[in-house]
């Protein structure tokens, strides 16, 4: 074979070999088509339809009862509920002696007197003798009801809540109204108990109690130092509402010294709080047992 040939041969194998490789390049690159070729369905982001979140029945629940009871009576505001459960009960509230519009309540002295003179009393006087379902003089059957002091409104600092305490002879169950509370008077029951929610119109309050203590009656020095009937603890009620800076501060200071024990949780001025009172079996009116708790969260439903 010639060199010339030998040179036209080698080209002819070259330009096959190339047109093999490209032909196979591009298939590999799927640009000619040998037959039926399925393709996948292109992909396409989709957000997916919000899922609503069941309704909490708990709160179904809180929210039924609200509503049941405010039709009972305009001045119920909520509900006190311990998550152990020794207290579960309903709180009114009268700003004024006077309803809004303009007529006097009608409500009873301790004795069962009804009150026609209004002079002297508060709107805290309306339901202490008066239970807030019926209207009627209610000694021992609910002792009266549970309320929050008249000065308060719900986005106070401090809210003020009062309750009877029962004795033996009245309650054998021992928990009407706020008797459950003097469980807190011994630490051994702190523990289980020191969670309590505020159920309102529209949200739930959580408080964890951060001290006990006692409040003597007969002593100036706690009608000074420890005013726990402060809706603001800088504004002195008491004294037209005068500005008094710095007394929560000297309040925290002084209950945790008469605090019944240590609970571990620390109170400071940024605090919000809830103030629970009720009677000291067998000292009532000279020695109240004071609970104050912190909020620690709000949850709307």
């Not at 009062?162 to 008077?185: C, I, M, Q």
Request: proline content about 3%; glycine content about 4%; hydrophobic content about 30%.
């Amino acid at each position: 074979m010639n060199e010339n040939k030998q040179k036209t041969l080698i080209a002819i194998v070259s330009t096959i070999t190339v047109l093999l490789l490209t032909f196979f390049a591009l298939i590999v690159l799927d640009i000619i088509d040998l037959g039926p070729n399925v393709q996948p369905e292109p992909v396409i982001d989709v957000e997916p339809e919000p899922q609503e979140e069941e309704p909490n029945e708990e709160y179904l629940l809180f929210k039924e009862k609200w509503q049941e009871n405010k039709k009972i009576n305009e001045d119920y505001v909520g509900d006190i509920v311990f998550d152990s459960g020794i207290i579960d009960v309903s709180f009114v509230q009268a700003k004024s002696v006077y309803k809004e519009n303009g007529e006097p309540y009608r409500f009873y002295t301790e004795d069962g007197r009804l009150v026609t003179d209004y002079d002297n009393y508060t709107g805290n006087d309306v339901y202490i003798w008066t239970y807030w379902k019926t209207g009627k003089y209610d000694y021992n059957d609910n002792g009266g009801s549970t309320f929050m002091d008249y000065r308060n409104t719900i986005y106070d600092q401090n809210l003020i809540i009062y309750g009877h305490h029962f004795s033996v002879w009245n309650d054998e169950t021992r928990t009407k109204a706020f008797t459950p509370l003097e469980l807190f008077l011994e630490q051994k029951n702190y523990m289980s108990n020191r969670y309590v929610k505020m159920i309102l119109e529209k949200e739930i309050r959580t408080y964890v109690l951060a001290v006990v203590y006692e409040f003597d009656a007969s002593q100036e020095r706690f009608f000074r130092d420890m005013q726990y009937w402060r809706t603001s603890y800088d504004y002195d009620d008491y004294n037209n509402n005068s500005y008094d800076p710095g007394y929560y501060e000297k309040y925290i200071e002084n209950i945790k010294k008469e605090q019944l024990y240590d609970t571990g949780v620390e109170l400071t001025t940024a605090d919000r709080t809830l103030t629970l009172q009720t009677c000291i079996s067998g000292y009532t009116g000279e020695l109240f047992e004071i609970l104050v708790f912190k909020e620690v969260s709000v949850e709307y439903y």
